[in-house]
């Protein structure tokens, strides 16, 4: 199977954000995103 699911970090640049939504506490990334579902993930803003 195709994917990584370990225990480690990966950074991915590029992604954008598409969307915020308050209500549900979530945000919408255009791009790919590592991880399994309903993973943490950590966003950070680049300047």
């Not at 791009?31 to 680049?46: E, H, Q």
């Amino acid at each position: 199977m195709a994917g990584r699911h370990g225990n480690y970090q990966v950074t991915v640049k590029g992604s954008r954000i598409v969307k915020i939504d308050m209500d549900n506490k979530a945000v919408m990334v255009s791009g790919p995103v590592p991880g399994a579902r309903n993973s943490k993930v950590l966003v950070k803003v680049l300047e």
